[in-house]
């Protein structure tokens, strides 16, 4: 079995879990892959050595990786997202942030993750993506995204206009600082924090949300996922943010813009069998209400 580590970076009291993570891998003869920086920052014991190489970028790792194991909070996983790209790779996150609505297995539960990997008893999530077309090129060889798509204006400059279309016909002018345009994974994360919809992550939509609108009558739309959306901006600054979960770029207002449903999609591993809504009560303490 060949498993593959990820993580931004650790802190002090997470190094333990690690070092138990790779104790418990190596003692089934696991070959271990992990991202090199994580090996230039964490002394790695010399008896754990044997089985463990490292990886830089997506190339290095093979089709044949059975998981990648990303240690860290959401936005570690984004970063696991965008290495595996199109290989089919699943993700397993392990939460080492905060609230965790992606990386949702708890470092208390490394023990039966390795377990659940070993004998191949979890659950595989197929989630879509979010793919960026554009006249000039952004984002390297992975324009897409699991979260979402958003146009933002600089710091302080003044809110922009976003012309809005689906395929091509004319859905409506956003004033506003910034426009998000999320997948159902990403509608319990930059979205929610705008007031757009929470969506089913099984859905087959994208959710269309304004950030801080000029207009009070605008709100979100949730369109379905076959339509190519496009922008154009108008603005008085002449450069804007494009952003790709956490990814962005600084842009020019006359570049051309679209987003469609990436052709291939995300397995994140689940290890039990708790449902969407499960996850909402506990992420967002719904029904704790001592009314209720």
Known sequence: MKIAIYSRGLDTEQEA?????LQELLKHQVEIIIFHQLLQLHQIPENLKSNIRSFQHTEELED??????SLGGDGTMLDAV???KDKGIPILGINFGRLGFLANTHKEEL?????????RTFIIDTRTLIHLDSNINLFGKSPFALNEFSIHKRDISPMIKIHTYLNGEFLNTFWADGLIVSTPTGSTGYNMSCNGPII???CSSFVITPVAPHNLNVRSIVVPDDNIISF????RADQFICALDAR???????I??????????AKLIRLSEGSFLSTLRDKLTWGMDKRN
């Open 17 to 21: 879990p690690f070092s138990f993570l």
């Open 64 to 69: 044949n990786t059975d998981c990648l194991i």
């Open 82 to 84: 965008a290495l595996v």
């Open 111 to 119: 023990s039966l993750a390795v377990d659940a990997i070993l004998n």
């Open 200 to 202: 089913f992550p099984d």
């Open 232 to 235: 154009e901006i108008e603005g």
């Open 248 to 254: 962005k770029e600084i842009v020019s207002k006359d």
């Open 256 to 265: 051309q813009l679209a987003v469609k449903k990436e052709k291939f999609s």
